[in-house]
Each structure stands twice: as C-alpha cells, then as structure tokens.
C-alpha cells in the first residue's frame, strides 16, 4: 500500500474483492489492514482498475454482472427470507426448554431427567452438525434445494413426533429426523443472506437472526397453553402446519448472490467435510471461541424455568421466566448487528460477551429470588442474543473466500457441535449433585474462557497477539 487515503473501493465481491476485505495480508512484514479502521478517517484500500460498478471483471471472460453489495433489493427480500427460516429452525430449537419438563411429567415420566435430556441435546447436536455437511453442499447447489430437504424433514419429524408415544420415537423424529431438517434451513438462511452483504452484513445477519428469537417466544408463550387446551398430538399438528407456512414464504425469497466470477465451487467430499478449512489459524481459534462460550451460554435457557420450578414457581409463572428471556433476545440480536457495522463486529460481540457474564455472576448468581430471576431473563436474553445473531457475521468476517463461505461456517460448527451435545447432560449432573449454585459458576467459567478466545481471535485478525490491546474498528 503506497497510500494511506486511496479512491474508495466500488461495490465488488470478485476474488480479489474478497481477498482484500475478508482477509489480513500474509506476509513477513505486515503492512496496515485495509479492513480495519485505525482512525476515524481511515479510508478502504482500492481495488484493481478491472472492476465494473456492477461487481464483475472486465479482465476475466466468464465475468458476470452481479447485484450490487448492502443495497440490492434481492439481499432484503433474503432478509425476509432468513427471518422465516430462522423462525422455524433456530427458534423452535430455543424452545426446548419446555419440553423437558413436560416430558418428565407426562409421555416420559417414568425416565430419569438426564436421560430426558438427551433428546433436546441430541436435536440441537444435530442442528448444529448440519452446518458443515449443508455447507458445502450450499457452495455448489445454492439455498432452494436445502430449503426444500429441510422442510421435509422438519414439518415431517413433526408431524411423526405427533403421533409418538415411546422414548425411542420422540427420539428419533425430534432429536434426530427433525434437527437435520432445521440444520439445513439454518444454513440456507444465514449463508444465503450473508452473501449479499458486506458493510451491513451485521444489520441484515442481526435483522434474521432475530426471527429465532420472535420464533423462541411465541413458541415458549403459545406450545405450553396449546399442550393444556388442544393436547401434545394436536400441538405439534399446529406447529408443523405453521412452520410449513413459514417456510412456503421463506424458499422462492431466500436467494445466494450469484458468483462473479462463474460457477460454484466443484462438490467434493473436502467441501462436505470441511476440515481443511479449519488449517487457517484465525478460523481454527474462532472455532475453539465458540465451542467454550456454546458450552455455556444456553444453560440458562434450559435450566432456568427448572430452577423456578424447584424453588416454588407454579409452572405458568416459570415459563413465562423463559418468554421475557426469548422477549429480549429479540433486541440484543438486532441492535448489536447495527452497532458492530459502526464500531466492529469484534468489539461490539466481546463487549455484550461480558455484560452476560457479569450478569449470571452478579444477577443469576447473587440474586436467586423472584424478581431476580425475572432481572436476569431479562438482561441475559439481551446479552446472549449478541452472540447467537454475531457468530455467522464473524464467520463471514474471518472468512477468506465468501464464495466458500458455506464450507468456512460449516468448519467452524463441526467444532460447535460437540458442545452443545455434552452441555446439557453436564448441567443435569451438575444441578443434582452440586446444586445449582456450581451450576451458575460452570456457565460463568466456560464462557469467560469462550470470551478470550474472542479477544485472541480479534487480535490475530488484526495481525497477531501483540496487537491484543490496540484499538481497530474490527
């Protein structure tokens, strides 16, 4: 860079485009990254003189012309799109909490509570183990196709779920037929919208993942009252209908912005599972990041209505603990989206990963009474929605080629997914044996050490550990 103010980079997102902001150069003498804001006046490196204002390149003959970046109609209408897909898959996987006491007290009672737990366990599991094999196979086939697998196998696990009686059966069409059709509407709806979005992917990744959350609350207000009026068979009848409805709206709005050199990537098995992606060191420890802070974070919103439950609440008032929790979530996955395009995608998730530690050490920890317990649903729902609705812009930020952005986020949940599988089961142990003060200190532990995770992945993104206290807009 022989500059420090050079022309403005035009809307691209051809390879060079990626390169240059999705990536820090590698070099033995690093020079200043053009993707951080050193000063308020910093100004984006320019891009090579091949590009068009449509996004493609003159120089390379199979160019296409492509939507522009942040400000297509086609990215919103995906917004749209990620919001309904989010709605039926991450928010239904939020509601789980609900179901493990239902099932202890009513299909399941005669099983004990930690092998209850393995089925919302397992579903979130595979869930989260979707990611990487849908990855890849979004890179090279698109969303539509993912789409309509997921909702398949989703509104069908549901409708199976309907009819089960045993634990075998509500295992496998909830923990197991059900999750991989949500793991693949969760890929569909993320990466696709990812792709149209670069200076306010934070926004439009925030504005989707906020559908999770108004899918958590209505799902954790109306399910329980559904269960009482209408019965478990019908409940789940109603739900599959609704998320079918949903997902109708979701699959012709959710598109991929076309690539602008050519085709996708070729499919390959590298692709499906993406190890490899998992050799860049900014990656590998991002990935690590998250597995420590995913150990944590949803403990709360599993072991809080029990908790309540335990010390006295009837079962309507602890449920609704669960709905003001999911309530705010609402709002801390939409508005740190928008503070992290303006001050960093880094700075503003670190900073809310904070504020919910010291809320369940300083609320769920010290204040156990009622209006404690309604302060800190509350307040961590605010806080931990942050993380939910950030990891997918981190990942898209860290990513070097947005064209395998897929495979990128894919690697990184193969690394998640073990987590929230032990994560329950561990809780259990820890609640009944240790009770659930030591509870509340494990979820504080894991994500403390989740957050530094965070910090040494910031400082390696900007250019290594040394720079760990440097302030950058990142």
């Known amino acids: 860079m022989e500059s420090s103010k050079l022309p403005a980079l035009p809307p691209s997102d051809t390879m060079q485009d990626s390169q240059h902001l999705e990536k820090p150069p590698h070099s033995s003498t690093p020079s200043p990254d053009p993707r951080v804001d050193t000063n308020e006046n910093a100004e984006v490196d320019s891009a090579p003189h091949t590009a068009r204002a449509d996004g493609s390149d003159k120089s390379r003959p199979d160019a296409k012309p492509v939507p522009p970046l942040d400000t297509s109609t086609r990215g919103w209408i995906a917004v749209v799109g990620g919001f309904a897909c989010l709605f039926v898959s991450f928010g239904w996987i939020t509601c789980i909490g609900i179901f493990q006491a239902y099932y202890s007290s009513n299909q399941l009672r005669n099983y004990s509570a930690s092998t209850i737990g393995w089925i919302p366990s397992v579903e979130s599991f595979f869930l989260f ?112 209908l609704t998320y079918f409805v949903f997902m109708i709206v979701a699959i012709p709005c959710t598109t991929r912005r076309p690539h602008p050199t050519g085709g996708p990537p070729p499919l390959s098995v590298a692709n499906i599972i993406p190890v490899s992606r998992l050799r860049d060191g900014t990656v590998f420890v991002f990935a690590l990041a998250c597995f420590f802070y995913f150990l944590g974070v949803f403990i709360p919103y599993n072991y809080l209505v029990v908790e309540a439950l335990d010390s006295g609440l009837d079962s309507q ?68 929605g942050t993380f939910v609705s950030m990891v997918p812009t981190l990942a898209a930020q860290v990513c070097p080629d947005m064209g395998k952005l897929g495979s990128y986020l894919g690697a990184i949940y193969l690394i998640i997914a073990p987590s929230v599988l032990i994560t329950q089961p561990i809780g259990g142990i820890l609640a009944s044996s240790a009770g659930y003060k030591w509870l509340k200190v494990y979820c504080a532990l894991t994500m403390v050490v989740g957050t530094t995770g965070f910090v040494i992945t910031r400082a390696m993104y900007i250019g290594g550990i040394r720079k760990m206290y440097t302030w950058a807009k990142v």
């Open 129 to 240: 183990l979707g990611v990487p094999i849908f990855g890849g196979l979004f890179d090279r086939l698109g969303p539509t196709l993912l789409l309509i697998i997921g909702t398949a196998l989703h509104v069908g696990g549901l409708l199976g779920l309907a009819n089960s009686t045993t634990y075998v059966q509500i295992f496998f069409t909830q923990s197991v037929l059900s999750a991989i059709g949500t793991g693949a509407i969760f890929v569909a709806g993320t990466t696709a919208t990812g792709t149209w979005f670069r200076d306010r992917r934070g926004l439009a990744l925030g504005l989707v993942s906020a559908g999770s959350a108004l899918g958590a609350v209505i799902g954790t207000a109306v399910i329980p009252v559904l269960f009482d009026r209408i019965g478990f068979p019908w409940t789940m009848r109603a739900v599959a």
């Open 317 to 384: 008032l602890a449920n609704n603990l669960l709905v003001v929790l999911s309530a705010t979530s609402t709002v801390g996955r939409v508005v740190p989206g928008w503070l992290g395009d303006r001050y960093g995608r880094f700075n503003t998730t670190i900073g809310f990963q904070i504020f919910t530690i010291v809320m369940v050490l300083g609320v769920w920890l010290g204040a156990p009474w009622r209006a404690g317990l309604i302060a800190f649903a509350a307040l961590y729902g605010f806080g931990s």
